[in-house]
């Protein structure tokens, strides 16, 4: 598998993975728009969460992507018993981390609310779906977890079947809790929250299977042992995979802080907007992933001149389809808008931001594809310390004295986030460029 999956094409892998990072992005937009029918406040509230959601599945995410790096490479270099026990370590590793993610948000649900300046009934009903999805949060680390090592093996096109069949069930579930159907009392926003753990749930239970049967992973005690070796690799590149993503969603913490400063207006218009934002990340992330995959299958065969091709290949077409997609949801913006809110205000203003995001996407796409490369050959280091410096100094000064100093307001703290991206893809590009990231390799 380890030959036939580093001579792919980063379309063939990194296809199905678009479509599930689509589907993944689809959720929450789709939450919204539950929401929305009853109450802009639930939608705001829970909307305004995101960010620290974000936190949470990044930290779980950068785990499992390292995880699956390691096992990549003892993949690309035909060691298959190495890459065997790294899937069992990940696997055991992101049970536990769920559960303690559960046990940390739980009992600081109201705080976590309350700390993003949230009041009222946005408060109540962010507190309210915090306290319920927290539960699914073991399930949803499985399911990261899961489809990262799936698709270190080339599968990805059965990611895409059980996200698929998992995204339906939401819908379902969604209709059935939000409406009282089959007898159930009618629920609000813990419907929705229901709805989505027990979705997490359920993807985590298909993709098992997948490992289990298409896969034919199966863990022995000998890979119990034998996880010890790989153990140390794992912490050494985890943990800073893990810093950078986290240190950029605390960052998006402090701008929905500062948001939250301007008013319900700029919430509102925040959280909507950024949901049709997404669209234009979803080509990046499943490039990035695909790209991810065949660097370190690539670096473990020590093809250290494919792997830099196979990285400027997807550098150009990632941040170029970014522009593009960005561009097309910009132009559409007010029709899009209109899907959440009739608030002539709140369209305009989202619709101001959406144009913001036509600069702030080709260097988020950038950065994706970049980090992932550096990532993927055992390089996590750089991203996470230069990366966090730069964005907590440049990035958070630029989107303050913009927002605040020259009162641009939201449309400020956007063009801020774009110029993080921009300082962070430069810093990357040297990085990569250097070929420091030779040395870092795990085999």
Known sequence: MADNVKDRSIISLSWPLIITFGIGVFQ????????????ESAAAGVGALMPILGTIFMA?????????????????????????????????????????MTLLVFPSSKWIVHAL??????????????????????????????????????????????N???????????????????????????????????????????????????????????????????????????????AEPVSFQLFQVFITAMVVHLGTLAVTARVFSANFAMFAIILGVGLGNGNQILVAHLVGAHDYQKANRRTFQSLIASSSLGFLVALIVALLGPHLMSFYTNNPEVIELGSACLWCDVILQPFKSANVILTGSLRAAGDSKFPAIFGSLMMWTLGAGTALFLAFVLDLGLIGLWLGMASDEFYRSCANLWRWKSGRWKNATVV
């Open 164 to 242: 698929s069949i998992t995204i339906a069930l939401n819908i379902g579930l969604n209709i059935i809790f939000l409406n009282g159907i089959f007898g159930i009392p009618k629920m609000h926003v813990e419907g929705v929250a229901l709805a989505t753990a027990l979705s997490w749930a359920f993807s985590s239970g298909i993709l098992w299977l997948v490992l289990r049967f298409k896969v034919h992973h199966k863990t022995k005690k000998v890979d119990i042992k034998r996880s010890r070796v790989v153990l140390g690799d794992w912490i050494r590149i985890g943990l800073p995979a893990a």
């Open 60 to 100: 779980i995410q950068a785990f499992s992507q390292a995880g699956a790096s390691i096992a990549s490479q003892f993949m690309g270099a035909n060691s298959s018993s190495h890459a065997r026990s790294t899937i069992s370590m990940v696997l055991v590793g992101s049970l536990l981390l769920g559960v303690a």
């Open 28 to 39: 929450p937009m789709m939450d919204s728009w539950f929401l929305s029918r009853t109450s």
């Open 117 to 162: 300046g949230l009041d009222g009934d946005t408060a109540k009903f962010g507190i309210q779906f915090l306290q319920i999805v927290c539960f699914g949060f073991v399930f949803r680390a499985l399911q990261t977890t899961l489809t990262a090592m799936i698709a270190t093996h080339g599968l990805t096109i059965w990611n895409l079947i059980g």
